[in-house]
C-alpha cells in the first residue's frame, strides 16, 4: 500500500521559491538533503529552515547560493561560514517559541525533510532522537517527505506520525549522527565541581551538550533523586542513572520519567533510548514552557555563555556582531529555574578563551547580544567559583564578577569597574 521511492524522486515536489524545513541535529535527513542539494543547478530561492542540523549541510557551498538562501534558527558549524558571507541569516528566537513559527502560519511552509523509524504494527513511526520543533513543522507543511531508518531509536512521547501521513519516503539503512561524549580538561572539570556543588538532592536537571555539562554531572555521583526535564541531553546523564542517582521521583511533571525535546550523543545514548517507556521525547513547545519548567522542584538549569559583562548581561549567541550560535532554550529554563520552588539558573562558563581573553568584561563587545538579562541572571560559575547575582546591586555583582575572573585580569576588572561604575567609592559593596 505504502511504497518508497528514491531520494531524487522524492525531492522533485520542492519547486524554487519554496519554504523546506529539515529535521534537527542527529535526525538531519542526509540522504533527502543531498539529494534536494543536487538539484541546486535548476533550483532557485528556495529557503531552508533549520535549527541546529549534525552531518554535511552541502547546500551551504557558495555555489548554491542563487538556488538555497538558509535561515537559522541556531547557527551550526556546518554553516557558519554561510552566515558570516551573506547566503544565510539568523532568526532570533527562543526555543519555546519556534513551533508557533509554524502552527500560527507566521513561516508556511511548503516541505518537511524529516527522519523517522520505521512503522510499527500500526502503521507509525517515531521521530526518534527529535521531536523539538519538528513535529510542529509535520503538522503544518503542505508536504512531508521522510527519510525512513531502522537505526533511528524508536522512542515514547509525542514523536509519532502515521505512515499515512507522509507524502513520499525513501528507505535508508545507515547510523544516525553521533557525537562522543567530550573528555573535560582541568578547567572544566572545576567548573563542573563548582556546579555541582550548586545542585541539591532532589533537583531537576536541564542542561546542554559539551565538556562542562558532562564535568558537572560527572560529578554528581554522590547526588540523590536527581530528575531530567531538559530541552537535550546527551551521554552524561547515562552512568547518573546506570548508578540509581537519576531517579526523578521527586518532579512533578512526569515522575520517574527523562524528559526531553532532543538527543544528541553516542550510539550508547540511543540504544538506551530506543523503545524505553522512561524517556518521553516531547513538543519543545511544552518542554520549554516557562509554566511547565517551574512545575518541578528544584529545577537546576545549567546553561554555557561566551561572555558576560560585570552587571550581569549574558551573550550567548554571538562573539561581538558575529552570530555563533542561537538564543535556544537558555531564557526558557533561566525564568523557569528561577520561578521552580528551590530552583538554581546557572550560567557556567572558562574565566578566559584559549587565548587568555578574559570572558567575564566590564562591557559586552560592540555588537554582542544579550540572551540572559542582567534582571535573569542569579548564578554565575567559573574555575574559580560561583556567585549568585540575584538580589546584589550593580556594585555589588561587578565586586562579585571580578572575584571569579581569572586571576591575571581581576586588577584591570577592578580599574574599568572603577571608572564606569565608581567602584571603589561605593559605599555597597561587601
Not at 521559491?17 to 533527502?32: C, K, M, N, Y
Not at 508536504?143 to 525512513?148: L, Y
Not at 554582542?368 to 534582571?375: F, L, S, Y
Request: aromatic share 6%; hydrophobic share 40%.
Amino acid at each position: 500500500m505504502y511504497t518508497a521511492v528514491s531520494a531524487d524522486d522524492a525531492v522533485k515536489i520542492v519547486k524554487s521559491g519554496d519554504r523546506v524545513f529539515i529535521h534537527t541535529a542527529a535526525a538531519a535527513p542526509q540522504e533527502l538533503i543531498n539529494a534536494l542539494t543536487n538539484r541546486g543547478d535548476e533550483l532557485k530561492a528556495v529557503e531552508l529552515i533549520h535549527m541546529h542540523i549534525d552531518g554535511k549541510a552541502p547546500y551551504a557551498d557558495p555555489k548554491y547560493k542563487e538556488s538555497f538562501y538558509i535561515n537559522n534558527l541556531f547557527i551550526g558549524a556546518n554553516v557558519r561560514y554561510a552566515v558570516e558571507e551573506g547566503q544565510a541569516s539568523y532568526m532570533p528566537i527562543f526555543l519555546s517559541e519556534v513551533p508557533l513559527l509554524f502552527r500560527r502560519n507566521i513561516l508556511p511552509l511548503d516541505v518537511a525533510m524529516i527522519q523517522v523509524s520505521p512503522p510499527d504494527n500500526h502503521g507509525f513511526c517515531s521521530l526518534g532522537v527529535s521531536i523539538d520543533a519538528t513535529k510542529a513543522a509535520i503538522d503544518s507543511a503542505k508536504h512531508v517527505i521522510a527519510q525512513i531508518n531502522p537505526k533511528m531509536p524508536r522512542t515514547h512521547g509525542d514523536g509519532l506520525i502515521h505512515i499515512s501521513a507522509l507524502n513520499s519516503f525513501v528507505e535508508v539503512d545507515h547510523p544516525i549522527h553521533v557525537h562522543e561524549a567530550v573528555e573535560p580538561n582541568a578547567i572544566e572539570t572545576k567548573i563542573g565541581e563548582n556546579i555541582a556543588a550548586l545542585v541539591d538532592d532532589g533537583a531537576t536537571l536541564q542542561m546542554g551538550i559539551g565538556a562542562i555539562p558532562n564535568a558537572a554531572l560527572k560529578a554528581m555521583s554522590n547526588h540523590k533523586d536527581l530528575g531530567i526535564h531538559t530541552e537535550m541531553f546527551s551521554d552524561g546523564i547515562l552512568d547518573l542513572f546506570e548508578k540509581g542517582v537519576i531517579t526523578g521521583k521527586n518532579k512533578h511533571s512526569h515522575a520517574g520519567k527523562i524528559v526531553s525535546g532532543f538527543a544528541m550523543g553516542s550510539q550508547r545514548l540511543y540504544d538506551f533510548m530506543d523503545d524505553n517507556p522512561l524517556v518521553n521525547m516531547a513538543d519543545i513547545e511544552w518542554v520549554n514552557s516557562v509554566k511547565t519548567i517551574q512545575k518541578n522542584p528544584k529545577v537546576t538549569a545549567i546553561n554555557s555563555a561566551i561572555e558576560v559583562d560585570l552587571t550581569g548581561q549574558v551573550c550567548a549567541d554571538s562573539i561581538g556582531n558575529r552570530f555563533y550560535s542561537g538564543v535556544g532554550g537558555q531564557m526558557d529554563f533561566m525564568r523557569g529555574a528561577s520561578l521552580s520552588e528551590g530552583g538554581k539558573p546557572i550560567i557556567a562558563l572558562p574565566s578566559t578563551t584559549a587565548k587568555g581573553i578574559s570572558r567575564i568584561s566590564t562591557f559586552l563587545k560592540q555588537g554582542a547580544g544579550v540572551v540572559t538579562t542582567r534582571a535573569h541572571v542569579h548564578y554565575v560559575v567559573t574555575e574559580y567559583g560561583a556567585v549568585n547575582l540575584y538580589g546584589k546591586n550593580i556594585h555589588q555583582r561587578a565586586k562579585a564578577l571580578i572575584d571569579i575572573a581569572h586571576p591575571t585580569h581581576r586588577e584591570r576588572l577592578y580599574e574599568e569597574a572603577d571608572q564606569a561604575f565608581r567602584l571603589s567609592k561605593s559605599v555597597f559593596v561587601k
